[in-house]
């Protein structure tokens, strides 16, 4: 690689790394292991210059100079710094109070994926445990600033964010998700480790976290947001806040009208598709006989937890099987199921993704929600668990942390939300290609997972640009997609605390379907759906524009 790019790139990472030291094991770098985040805005313009050396130092380089992969990883890496001073710029940080970006989130999913391997690292953890308190209180410090600006949060953000606290507090100590780091294998000194830890816990973190949440609880509760008004665009530079969330989770010039018209059309065009599909499984075309069996039919309900979780494994198995024919590219990186800790499942999302470790210490984990499995519908289950798993974020992001001869940074970034939203939702289709979905509910299932991302370009934008409350959200969403009611009501809430992150799936879907079928009309016969997805995963997270040139360049190579 260029040795000027290669150096630009290596620094972001290390810099990366330095700023969000908690991650830094999860990535297998244990250069900061005593370390905790820095979040004040003193800290933060410092970050600031050193990005802006080194976006200075991309902007300089010569593309002549650069191979075509090299070209890549520059214009990656250029986006990726730009994207992250203008989150600086904005103070992005004064509104991550919610359930979802919020730092006091990230510290509560980090412990149990994260291992020591070596003493002297290990040894440094008790001292990170016991500079929580001044994370945390740096934290709320950029919390009040924003308040002092006129922004406040959206209550039902943060109180779904008290939701989570509350659910940590009330565990045990001796069951504390902060002791379930992992340690070095066969240490004669785990015991007096561990001991430092569950010490360093109880004095520093659960305190910490305590008053955290009292300070949520009484100086945010009381003037945030309510549900009428909970989206950016009653906040004083909300317009500018939901112009740049599009722009950094899309990559794509599109302005926020456009999007919802978007989404409308695409509801439309699936009310045709259930009107299709739904006959053989349900005995009916009627558009709201659907919906309400879809919803409200308990037979198509879940009866316990380990059912939900059984019926993960076994649409993971025959994905495993038969990726081998849809792919050129595989991971090694196997992919396993885990249930949502208890104590956050209430406020996370029906299922989500974990990457695997950097050197394939750490499987690819596909977290699936068991909460009030009763509730919880087996239509969709199938569907959601293709995105998540095999052939999506799975195969998506093992794939790319296993690329050789590409910098770090872009092995493991998950910055282009669209590339890797868009992946997750074209797999979903591209599994009923694979012959994966077991019958016609489950392929129901497909659909109504299709009309949920459909419905956030609408809502999304409309919370967020055309002041929707959350009620007139939910209204919409129970109107126009099966989606049960208890499910849009966390989703809602998840959009409000995201904006412009739900856009990222259709978009991101259709984009890679319009370049599938570019690449098909221009080559004929000559177009191989494996080697297609090997260009679409062959050089990691790319921005949508960046995955058009290479698929025009795959196309002319042809």
């Known amino acids: 690689m260029n040795a000027r790019l290669d150096d630009l790139a290596r620094r972001y990472w290390d810099l990366r790394l330095e700023t969000t030291p908690s991650v830094a094991p999860i990535e297998g770098d244990f250069r900061f292991c005593g370390a905790v985040e820095d979040w004040t805005a003193e800290h933060e313009a410092a970050t600031r210059s050193r990005l802006a050396e080194l976006l200075e130092g991309v902007t300089a380089l010569d593309p002549a100079e650069l191979s075509l992969s090299e070209r890549v990883t520059a214009g990656l890496l250029r986006s990726e710094l730009n994207d992250e001073i203008e989150s600086i710029d904005l103070r992005t940080i004064e509104l991550d109070s919610n359930q979802m970006t919020g730092p006091h989130a990230m510290y509560l999913q980090l412990p149990p994926q994260t291992t ?4 002297a690292c290990a040894n440094e953890v008790p001292d990170r445990y016991r500079e929580m308190p001044a994370a945390l209180a740096g934290l709320m410090q ?3 600033e924003g308040l002092d600006a006129g ?3 959206a209550r039902l953000s943060i109180e779904r964010s008290l939701m989570q606290l509350d659910g940590y507090l009330a565990t045990a100590p001796d069951e504390d998700v902060f002791l379930s780091v992992g340690g070095p294998p066969d240490w004669d000194g785990e015991s007096a480790w561990r001991a430092g830890l569950a010490d360093a816990t109880a004095r520093a973190v659960r305190p910490a976290f305590a008053r955290f949440r009292e300070e949520m609880h009484d100086e945010l509760l009381p003037v945030a947001r309510d549900d009428d008004h909970a989206g950016l665009c009653h906040l004083p530079d909300g317009t500018e806040l939901y112009e740049a969330a599009i722009r950094r989770h899309t990559s794509l010039r599109l302005g926020a009208e456009e999007i919802h018209r978007i989404g409308l059309d695409e509801i439309a065009s699936l009310a045709d598709e259930y009107r299709s599909v739904a006959p053989a499984g349900l005995g009916t075309d009627d558009l709201g006989e659907i919906f309400d069996r879809l919803r409200s039919d308990t037979d198509l309900r879940y009866g316990d937890r380990s059912e939900i979780l059984s019926a993960a494994g076994d649409s993971l198995a025959r994905a495993k099987a038969a990726m081998g024919d849809w792919f050129g590219l595989v991971p090694q990186a196997d992919c396993v199921i885990e249930p949502v800790p208890e104590f956050m499942e209430a406020a ?12 394939g210490e750490r499987p690819g984990t596909y977290y699936v929600n068991t909460h009030n499995p009763t509730e919880q519908s087996r239509v969709e289950a199938q569907a959601i ?13 093992a794939i790319a942390t296993e690329l050789p001869d590409v910098p770090i940074f872009q092995r493991r970034s998950m910055a282009n939300t669209a590339y890797l939203e868009g992946w997750g939702l074209y797999a979903e289709r ?5 012959g994966l979905y077991s019958g016609v509910l489950d392929r129901l299932g497909m659909l109504v997972a299709d009309s949920w991302r459909a419905g956030r370009l609408v809502v999304d934008t409309g919370i967020h640009a055309l002041g929707w409350s959350r009620q007139q959200a939910i209204e919409w969403m129970e109107a126009n997609t099966p989606i049960a009611p208890d499910t849009i009501a966390v989703e809602i809430d998840r959009y409000v605390a995201m904006p412009g992150q739900a856009l990222s799936y259709k978009l991101g879907q259709r984009e890679i379907f319009r370049l599938r079928a570019h690449a098909q009309e221009q080559l004929g016969e000559r ?5 297609f997805h090997d260009v679409v995963l062959g050089s990691g997270t790319v921005s949508l524009p960046i995955l058009g040139d290479l698929i025009d360049r795959w196309i002319t190579s042809r």
């Open 142 to 144: 950029r919390f009040r």
């Open 116 to 119: 020591y391997p070596d003493p």
């Open 151 to 153: 922004r406040t949060p």
């Open 348 to 359: 996370m999302p029906p299922a989500y993704y974990w990457p695997p470790g950097p050197e």
């Open 527 to 531: 177009f191989d759906i494996a080697d």
């Open 430 to 434: 591209l599994a009923d290609e694979m």
């Open 385 to 397: 668990g293709y995105h998540e798993s095999i052939p999506g974020h799975h195969l998506q992001v």
